[in-house]
């Protein structure tokens, strides 16, 4: 695993090495120079007294008080302080890995007015595996994720708490064991620190990576569905997506003909049924909306994990310092959005395709797939379980980013519940991965009232690998811990690891 050097260009899998493989991080040269050169310029706008936002002045509605030279370390450590309001069960330790590594990212850029050292703290702290505790709750998205950002930091200035080798402690305490000093924040890097987008991004990173993921399962899934079902395969024709353009469409459909190339199970118009249902013959049409708009997301959370989103900002090259809004998250508040509901999308087709796998009047099959119904249940339940994930998903699709509430006396007056969005978002992605899994499950047990060898050249080691987790079912027994491996399954990659293995890479 490489070192990702900070200050220029990182890319979301850097985030997702950092974040879960515990990739080392290192601050790029030039941008140490670009740090220097930006602090050089703070301490002289304090010099100078010159009335700058959050470096001579205090903050929001206080942005008109001026504070002497000799408060600016007492005022920073107090925005820390006070900030740290967040309420809730912490995030979890990669989330928090993935903020650490934005907000470092953020600063390394030039434009913050940090001190080296101070910087250098915080990528210690990650190297070496200190993780602050930060509660999930609390932050508008607007002025940043102050909240959330000021829980993180507060291990720098020996406060809050973190997790150093899975133990909770106080923040000077986790410090000590690791090795580290906590350090005095001098002029504007309380403000630098926790003035960002990083808690809603680094949800978000770690989302989209997951959500890339179960693009290909959904269509894993799918295919291993139309097999057992028989369907026909011509709707997914290249010529077919091609007329309609969508690129999303033309991955999904090509993805579906890789799977299930060679097979045996499907069929030709007129064989069964002259066409089939909307469930399986507009997978790519269904699957690609929602790798389309997941393309977009891409797109924000690949810009925004590079992007400076403090205030106010440095051009140190100019001599200007200038007030913006770049810390406003509502570009990636409404791309949260929009991942939870194409994410959602993805669970409520695949819950009709295990409806249609269970129900005999639309398979042809036994009833909820047992072939001793009355005595066994057999997959009655598992389909309740997938409408009950997919009942709440709609409600967690409501979109965050429509809403906002003024704050700090009405300075604020715009937020974008970006975090919000970012957090749903993810909830939305656990429930799809699980309703995924049943419908793994569902099929794989179809496929034992056909032939399993009559597979394509994707779908037989698809049905291997959940065969090496799950046995057929013959009589009823417990089915939760049948789900939960295979949404781990899903999750770990190791099912499309199989699958293109055999076929190669899918879209």
Sequence with gaps: MHAIELGDHIAVSDVVEAARGGASVAIGAGARDRVVAARQMVEELVRTRRPVYGITTGFGKFSDVIISP???ELLQRNLLMSHACGVGEPLDGEVVRAMMLLRAQALARGHSGIRPETLD????????????????????????DLAPLAHMCLPLIGLGEAVFQGERLPGAEALRRAGLTPVELSSKEGLALINGTQAMTGIGALALADALMLLKVADIAAALTAEALGAIPAAWDARIQALRIHPGQVAAAANLRMLVQGSKLVTEPGAIRTQDPYTLRCIPQVHGASRTAIAHVADVVGWEINAVTDNPLLFPEDGDVISGGNFHGQPVALAMDYLGIALAELADIAERRIERLVNPALSGLPAFLTRRGGLHSGLMIPQYTAASLVSENKILAHPASVDSIPSSANQEDHVSMGTTGARKARKILANVSRVLAIELMCAAQALEFSDPAGLGAGTR??????????????????LAPDIEALAVLVRSGKLVAAVEAAIGSLA
């Excluded at 080691?461 to 417990?478: F, G, K, W």
């Design 70 to 72: 000799d408060q600016t």
């Design 121 to 144: 703290l915080l990528v210690s702290m990650l190297n070496r595996g200190v993780h602050p505790v930060v509660p999930e709750q609390g932050s508008l998205g607007a002025s940043g």
């Design 461 to 478: 080691p698809a049905y291997q690998t959940i065969r090496e987790l799950v046995p057929p079912l013959d009589e009823d027994r417990v």
